[in-house]
């Protein structure tokens, strides 16, 4: 192992990378596009735009090759670069506006990672919730949310409580799946 994570060998391709070989970047896009592709399919409904998007990740990591040295965790920077192009994707395409709470407090380096874990991890839950069939996310946010019970809820939309339960348990599925490629990066 190297530094925080990175093994030898990608630690050496890194390297390589960095000084423009392209068989260095071969391995690396062998050994990690479909890694990439996976993840972003666990957001898009497309095959194809996730093959776009994870062929986007590979451009850009070629176009950065150089400062590439310093990274101490190829995997760990490869999901970084995979949620920020699947976030600037549903930015583009769903005009979604984030916005960053100011810490009011000066926290430590280990619970400011913490925060910004369970921010990212928030953010994707919520893009998830904004790619779920109209009806389901209404029940979603209404249950989960609004904190609104089950039996409150059928009312409300006029249907059957075991409806709104079968909705909320495809919603959680929808979740779980997001959480287990995540989960891949780790």
Same mark, same amino acid.
């Not at 019970?149 to 809820?153: W, Y």
């Given at each position: 192992m190297m530094k925080n994570g990175t093994n030898t060998e990608d630690g050496l391709l890194l390297k390589a990378l960095g000084l423009g070989d392209m068989k260095a970047f071969d391995v690396i896009f062998n050994k990690y596009f479909q890694k990439m592709k996976r993840f972003l399919c666990g957001f898009l409904d497309s @095959? @194809? @735009?996730a093959e776009d998007l994870s062929q986007d990740i590979f451009v850009k990591l070629w176009q950065n090759r150089t400062v590439l040295k310093d990274v101490d965790n190829l995997n760990a920077y490869l999901y970084r670069v995979a949620k920020n192009t699947v976030y600037s994707y549903f930015e583009r395409t769903l005009k979604i506006e984030t916005s960053i709470d100011l810490l009011s407090d000066t926290p430590t380096t280990e619970s400011l990672e913490e925060i910004l874990f369970a921010n990212e991890l928030e953010e994707l839950i919520d893009l998830t919730v904004e790619q779920m069939p109209t009806q389901r996310k209404a029940i979603f946010i209404m249950s989960r949310k609004e904190g609104v019970?089950?039996? @409150?809820?059928a009312d409300r939309l006029n249907i059957?409580?075991?409806t709104v339960e079968t909705h909320i348990s495809a919603a959680l599925n929808d979740i779980r799946k997001v959480l287990s490629l995540l989960l891949l990066f780790f």
């Open positions: @095959e @194809e @735009e019970k089950n039996h @409150e809820i059957s409580v075991r």
